[in-house]
């Protein structure tokens, strides 16, 4: 920001992220939201994957991940992630109300279907006359509260944590955590089988490994799991807990043990 001050140039523009979609990770909005201050920029914060744990009363008090997004100028959330709303349900939050910033550069002068009524939100969105997403979390706060929502947040991490420390435990048997602890819902891992346990680091191809076992697992039909790929690291397993009705002992360990079977079944060259 300095240097582009001291370039001529007029920063306007800051985007913080509650929850990047790999790995789980939240910016430091507090911190950021003083610099937004100071350069007068406008501060967006992309809580899409993250931003609904602002449902956990647990979260909000033990955790720093959303703390600063309160003077956010913009903040997005995508309840049909981490809520298990029916997609799609994304919405974009702001407290500038007053200037009825995105009616206005939304709003394409649809005389057939607005007249200028409090109640034509259709204006203020993109989606115009589509389905309207808004009824979708209405509903779900209805049935659920805000309790029932945190609640299932709060399954979520605990489930996580726990999963976690199952592939921890594992750790002679192959098992490798990419980042420990994980950073939010996503578990992400490598396995490397026995025969290359013993191999220097540098003789280990991860990705190939990952990438064969991803391929070999989805075949069999007992699970379909997915791998990602993040700059400077080999592809890894990346498991997403979110659904309560997964749990860790029945489900995950099983999981880990077929991920195993088939690192040792595997003729590796």
Same mark, same amino acid.
């Given at each position: 920001m300095k240097e582009c001050v =001291?370039?001529?140039e007029t920063p306007f523009f800051i985007n913080a992220t509650a929850g990047t979609t790999v790995m789980g990770a939240f910016d430091p909005i507090d911190e950021i939201s003083v610099l937004a201050k100071k350069y007068n #920029?406008?501060?967006h914060v992309d809580g899409s994957w993250g931003g609904s744990v602002a449902f956990s009363e647990n979260v909000l008090r033990e955790k720093n991940w959303l703390k600063g997004s309160h003077v956010a100028d913009t903040f997005t959330?995508? *309840?049909h992630k981490l809520l298990g709303v029916p997609l799609q349900c994304s919405m974009l939050l702001t407290p500038h109300e007053g200037n009825l910033l995105f009616a206005k550069h939304n709003t394409l002068k649809a005389d057939y279907l607005f007249h200028g009524n409090p109640y034509d939100l259709g204006e203020g969105t993109l989606g115009c006359g589509r389905r309207? +997403?808004?009824a979708k979390m209405f509903l779900t706060w209805q049935y659920y509260g805000r309790q029932g929502l945190g +609640?299932? $947040?709060d399954q979520a991490l605990a489930t996580a944590s726990k999963f976690s420390q199952r592939v921890k435990e594992r750790s002679s048997r192959g098992f490798r955590l990419v980042k420990d602890p994980c950073p939010f819902l996503q578990i #992400?891992?490598?396995y $490397? *089988? *026995?025969s290359m346990a013993k191999l220097p680091e540098a003789d280990l191809d991860l990705s190939k490994i990952t990438r064969t076992l991803h391929k070999k697992i989805n075949e069999?039909? =007992?699970f379909m799991i997915d791998y990602a790929p993040l700059a400077g690291v080999p592809d890894f397993f990346r498991i997403v807990i979110n659904a309560p009705s997964v749990d860790c002992d029945r489900d995950l360990v099983r999981l880990l043990d077929c991920i195993e079977r088939h690192g040792q079944e595997i003729e590796w060259a």
């Open positions: =001291e370039k001529g #920029c406008w501060l959330m995508n *309840p309207p +997403d808004a +609640d299932r $947040i #992400c891992f490598w $490397i *089988p *026995p069999s039909g =007992e």
